[in-house]
Antibody
Framework: EVQLVESGGGLAQPGGSLRLSCAAS????????MDWVRQAPGKGLEWVGR??????????EYAASVKGRFIVSRDDSKNSLYLQMNSLKTEDTAVYYC?????????????WGQGTLVTVSS | DIQMTQSPSSLSASVGDRVTVSCRAS??????LAWYQQKPGKAPKRLIY???NLQSGVPSRFSGSGSGTEFTLTISSLQPEDFATYYC?????????FGGGTKVEIK
């Protein structure tokens, strides 16, 4: 069974940093691109970023709203995905989800974690 | 960026009704579109991928159609467990973008 479990959310101050983790199980993590998606309270879904797999040099893509502040990384030996969030703004307050990407389905995502809440406030 | 315009933003329907949700892309995206269902406090769940392919385990009352810029999600006979918010997602080009969502409520 595919499982994605996010952790690391909490309260951070504007300008501060936070690191989210996503633990994957039930599939070969290293074979998949992985994404982060967020949802501000009461709002819609916003794609945050993507990391490709080793054969694609672990390259990344980001939404303009987080580019230069957030970094997506992964550790295939630990079946884990990360989101390093720097220079946090109040508008980064959201539930953050990790999601598995399916290459065979033209890179849409199928499974999502349950999410972790990040609150940016002074 | 590709804008995804989803309509309606909300609708009220009764159990057994046929429901249609639309998504329009600001430029052609082939069939690189997925539909997700989200219930309050839960993660989204994929219903449809590649515009018209039913996700394994999803009831056959859900269907998707379209290509290019116009896409539709249809629920043929609305069930109580279908009351939720639905989102489309284009994954044709970066940044990936979602529609604004359609909240399906009980009439």
């Amino acid at each position: 069974e595919v499982q994605l479990v996010e952790s690391g959310g909490g309260l951070a101050q504007p300008g501060g940093s936070l690191r989210l983790s996503c633990a994957a199980s039930g599939f070969t993590f290293s074979d998949h691109y992985m994404d982060w998606v967020r949802q501000a309270p009461g709002k819609g879904l916003e794609w945050v970023g993507r990391i490709r797999k080793k054969t694609n040099s672990y390259t990344t893509e980001y939404a303009a709203s987080v580019k230069g502040r957030f970094i997506v990384s992964r550790d295939d030996s630990k079946n884990s995905l990360y989101l390093q969030m720097n220079s946090l703004k109040t508008e980064d307050t959201a539930v953050y989800y990790c999601a598995r990407v399916r290459e065979s389905e033209n890179y849409s995502f199928d499974y999502w974690g349950q999410g972790t809440l990040v609150t940016v406030s002074s | 960026d590709i804008q995804m315009t989803q309509s309606p933003s909300s609708l009220s329907a009764s159990v057994g009704d046929r429901v249609t949700v639309s998504c329009r892309a600001s430029q052609a995206i082939r069939n690189d579109l997925a539909w997700y269902q989200q219930k309050p406090g839960k993660a989204p769940k994929r219903l449809i991928y590649a515009a018209s392919n039913l996700q394994s385990g999803v009831p056959s009352r859900f269907s998707g159609s379209g290509s290019g810029t116009e896409f539709t999600l249809t629920i043929s006979s609305l069930q109580p467990e279908d009351f939720a918010t639905y989102y489309c997602l284009q994954h044709n080009s970066y940044p990936l973008t979602f529609g604004g969502g359609t909240k399906v409520e009980i009439k």
